[in-house]
């Protein structure tokens, strides 16, 4: 691969201060004979961010000489990466870059995290630098880059992540890292047992995980702590744990930035490590995000939630962050996009995954969490496989050799658009229903890109007639978000699209809101694919500790002799409602425990001769009694009928299998009622499932 020059000038760096600022825009050359050096050679050897590249990636030393319209050119290149060697930027002042074919991303002094770093890719061949210099001591430079001449978006990076590793298991799983043959292993602590001594790295992790060494990026777990300072961890891995004692660190794998944490010191929001982990953040330039360290702030597992890293959550949710990898429970665990408290964000939301399966035992899923668990396997060995593009990441869990289970998901990164500083805004739910003389509340969140900071005003437009809307805070600090409180009169009618209005300094962002209302609706029909406004512990007096009814694709399970307990299956389309619709590591992981859960469905208007029917089914142990149950009761106003019951009954198995039920509702007929769905597990620890599904109110 030969380079070629815009321009004819050869210096050994790019450079500029504002004393130049008519020509300082630079032109870059390659060494003499323009050829292409391998990586570690081809880049001098000084304090960098650690910069991993995908397969395939070049680089080159430039120079460069002062002139207008400079750029960094390589022949036959799809895409180019600069590092920054120098960003000394005072007021104002800031330098920006822009790809040939399409990307820009502009430096402000906030971009310089005290050493060298490698900008996030810009697609075409070439790469333009624009220096916006006012300030006589504002200096920038540039000395080599990265590039690919296959698409960015054919540009792979692979991370192999996993914790809670040796173990006597982790023979197991040292194996399927080395298939992946991944640029970087990341490990979410625990990785020593049992005390992560000199001894236990040397005798039991380095034997199986020392020939990763050259490409492993540690954080800590409670057991590194069982040895004072955690003296063998960071003995053993040196600089690469981070400084000792502190064990937090940044580093870049392709257009990725990840970020290792140590949830074992300091952990508050002014700590020096949140400090530091704010400063990181703002500093990185990448369109993507990870972090990782050893306790979930989410987990269904023995330990549960763990609010003491909710610091670390609020900044990186802030930051737009995409993935946190944590360990800790012996299982694995992914979690829907959240926000720092649990509440379910697929907008601006972080996954967790929890991969604590390296080879230590398992955890079984005992305990409630904040989030929502979109899947979870507790007795299978495994490695998480991150694949990893400059825009999106796709997370496979691994299984050791002769293991089946597996899971996947993917996600989109939420600053891969072009870098230049911008804001965005989304409503959640972008559709909703306000009966008369009602409100209802939509979070509307802002989102940030490119570095945009400032607040962000807000209003609402194209209400239905009669619907009135207000916003609490009606001006974000962005990003954040913001709650709006629709008002229907007594008289409102009628549905409309409204506007959703976000200003900051002249520039606006709009989305859509669809908003309805008027009297209820007569009849009801719910076949649970979509969200209808069902509400779990309505009334804040629920008990149960597990299986909590939720809406969502139940996963089939059975008793040891093979009597199936909750089905697999619905009745119609995809989701019902379930008693906890995973199946866990055994059969009663997740069904009724510890008490009551209800769930209650948006008003209904009872028409005449109102008739109640829906698909239900409900399954037991031998150890179920009476005072385990499936009930359905009709709500009008404060006074709760029960119009539908099916108990346990001692000593007898009952199998799952779908059943129909029909309940008149003529008493009701013309009133204003809600559904209350309870299933129990009353008394003392036994077996229960319960599903329903297709729900109609019919005249």
Known sequence: MKSFLRRRWRVTTIYAAAAVAVAATAVFAMPPGGGVRPLAAAVPDIPSVPQLAEPGTQSAVIGTAAAENGQVCQEGAQWLRLRVTELSLRGND??????????SYTLTARNWPGKAFHTRAFEGDCVSVQPNLADSGSRYAVDSYQYGTQSLAAATAIVAAVGDVCGSSCNQTAPVVKNMNPQALVLAGDNAYDSGSASDYRNKYDPQYGQFKSITYPSPGN??????????????????????????????????????????????????????????????????????WHHPRFSRGDHGDDTSVTPFWDALYAAKADLIIA?????????????????????????????????????????????????????????????LTATSYKADFVPVSGRTYTDTSSGNCKKAGSGSPAFTVGASPSSVAVPAGSSKTVTVDVGVSGGFTGDVALSVSGLPNGVSGSFSPSSVSAPGSSTLTLTASASAT?????????????????????????????????????????????????????????????????????????LGTTTSGTNCLVTGRLAGASDGANDVDGGLTSTTSPQISVPSNGKLTFSYTFAHGDNSSTADFLRVHVLDGTTKTKVFEKLGTSSVKVAGAWQTASVDLAQFAGRNVKLVIEAADASTGSLWESAVDDVRVTG
């Not at 982990?277 to 703002?282: E, F, G, I, T, V």
């Not at 992914?334 to 995954?353: H, K, M, Q």
């Open 94 to 103: 800031s330098v920006t870059f822009t790809g040939s074919k399409s990307g």
């Open 327 to 387: 360990g800790h429970d012996h299982n694995y665990q992914r979690f829907a996009p959240s926000r720092p408290n649990g509440t379910r964000d697929d907008v601006n939301g972080i996954r967790e995954l929890l991969i604590g399966t390296g080879g230590r035992g398992f955890y079984n899923f005992n305990q409630g969490s904040a989030a929502v668990q979109e899947a979870g396997n507790a007795s299978t060995f495994g490695v998480g496989k991150l694949t």
């Open 494 to 566: 009628g549905s409309a699209t409204a506007t959703i209005t976000a200003t900051s300094g002249g520039v606006s962002k709009t989305a859509s809101l669809s908003v309805s209302t008027g009297s209820t609706p007569v009849g009801f029909s719910d076949d649970f694919e979509s969200d209808q406004g069902w509400v779990v512990n309505a009334s804040g007096s629920d008990t149960a500790t597990t299986g909590r009814w939720e809406r969502g694709d139940p996963e089939e399970t059975r008793e040891a002799d093979g009597s199936v307990k909750q």
């Open 223 to 292: 057991h590194e702590y069982n040895t004072s300072g955690a003296s063998g961890y960071f003995d053993y891995f040196g600089a690469r744990a981070g400084t000792r004692g502190k064990g937090f660190y940044s580093f870049d794998v392709g257009d990725w930035h990840f970020i290792s944490l140590n949830s074992n010191v300091g952990t508050g929001s002014t700590s020096e490590q949140v400090t530091w982990l704010k400063n990181d953040l703002s500093a990185n330039t990448k369109p993507c995000t990870a972090a990782f």
